[in-house]
Structures are given as C-alpha cells and as structure tokens.
C-alpha cells in the first residue's frame, strides 16, 4: 500500500456521499491523505473529523457516460476508489435494467480504463522520480458470487467483476488493482445492513496495509472461501483463451 503518511498521497473516491464512501474519505484523511470525493451530486460534500473540525477535500461533480471529463482531475491522483453504486432492488424494467448496467458495471469500467491510460502516460516520469506506483480499488461487492436479493444488482456487479478479471492481466502492467469484495453494510442502498460502514473502511484499509490484492470484508464465511475459488478460476480462464 502507498505510504499514506506522505502529503503528497492523492485519494479520489466515487460514490462519495455514500456511507462507505464518506466512511473511506474520512479513514483516508487520518491517514494524512490529500481528498478528492467524487460526486454525481452538486451539493456540497461537508465531512467533519473526530475531533469535530471539517475535512478539507476537493469535490468533483461527474456524471455516468461523461467519465472522460474526470481525465484532468485523474491526473493528479495517485489511488483512485471506485465505489459508486446503484440497487434498484426488485425493479427488473428495461430502463432499471439499463441504469443498473451503466452505473454498477460499464462506469465503472470506462473509469478503470481512464486511470489506466493516465497512469501508462506518467508511468516514465514517475519511475524516473522514484514516485510511487498508481492504485485502483474496485469495489465489485460480494454480489458477484452470493445472492444480494436483487436480481439486477447482482447481475451488475458480476459483470463489473468479470470485466475486472478479463482487463487485469494488461492493466496491473500499469496500475496496482485490488478487489473489494463486501458484505452488507449499512447504507442508503441497503439500510438494514449488518456492518458499520465505518468499520468496513477500516478493515478495507487494514487488509490493504497486509498488500492484499483481493479484499474480503463479510460476515459471510462461505465469501472468504469462494471468492479466491472463483477470481483464480476466472484468471486461469483468461489466460488460457487470452490473445496478445
């Protein structure tokens, strides 16, 4: 994980004004990181710390299908989390069914291939300055591989995943990808969560500090076993079929 005691550290976070994306800003920002919270909403993101004082952060405005416009912003950041999300629940209409794709899955994805292309830009410069390498957090979600009793999200999320597992050979050329795979937390997406987001920040950053690749944070013990079973499968899979 990058030393978050530099001031130099950027973090960016989408889904933002989120639970876990307001729980992660403010873990970050303990951490002595530089914030940037990334929001589809234009009102103003006010976070305060434990000792009551605000959190000073830049607040970028986007919107699904206009990532491109983020490119300026990406250049200065060094971990990028891609958080954002949408559970439209039992809404299985066309247009749930587009939205759902579009937000959990296909952003998400042209994000990652946003950074990638910074990143691959300044890769020379940085090695020349010995500055440290870019980061990606991609929280694909443990709906992946478990029920999440809605039947698109489940299917957003599991395409995010195999999209993260198809591109991960060629992008971790460039930047370091690591997969968070939650459990049910509280939040405006699912208020009858059983974690804290606040906790689930802080086991995210702590199994980060161990340099795991693949995050598990769940009460779910069945996850913590096939998840590896299904990323490795699914790597096993690419690089068999895999063409240059």
Not at 2 to 11: G, H, I, K, M, N
Not at 131 to 160: C, D, F, G, H, M
Request: glycine share 8%; net charge positive; charged share 20%.
């Amino acid at each position: 994980m990058p030393d978050p005691s530099s001031d130099s550290l950027t973090v960016a976070v989408t889904g933002a004004s989120g639970a876990l994306g307001q729980a992660l800003l403010r873990r970050w920002h303990g951490r002595g990181a530089q914030l940037i919270a990334l929001c589809h909403s234009s009102a103003p993101l006010q976070l305060a710390g434990p000792d009551g004082q605000p959190i000073p952060l830049r607040q970028g405005h986007w919107q699904v299908g206009q990532e491109a416009a983020l490119e300026p912003l990406l250049e200065q950041v060094d971990v990028l989390v891609i958080n954002h999300g949408i559970n439209v629940h039992g809404d299985c209409s066309a247009a749930a069914t587009g939205r759902s794709l579009e937000v959990n899955a296909l952003s998400a994805w042209r994000l990652l291939e946003l950074f990638a292309a910074v990143a691959k830009r300044r890769e020379g410069v940085q090695r020349r300055e010995g500055a440290r390498r870019a980061e990606v957090w991609v929280n694909t979600s443990e709906a992946e591989i478990q029920p999440a009793v809605s039947p698109l999200y489940e299917i957003s999320k599991r395409l995010l995943g195999q999209l993260l597992s198809l591109r991960a050979p060629e992008l971790a050329r460039t930047l370091r990808l690591r997969r968070l795979v939650l459990g049910p937390f509280r939040s405006a997406l699912n208020p009858v969560g059983v974690m804290g987001a606040d906790w689930v920040a802080g086991e995210i950053l702590r199994q980060a500090d161990w340099n795991c690749s693949l995050i598990i944070v769940t009460p779910n013990p069945l996850t913590y076993l096939l998840m590896p079973l299904a990323t490795l499968g699914r790597w096993a899979y690419v690089g068999l079929l895999r063409r240059q």
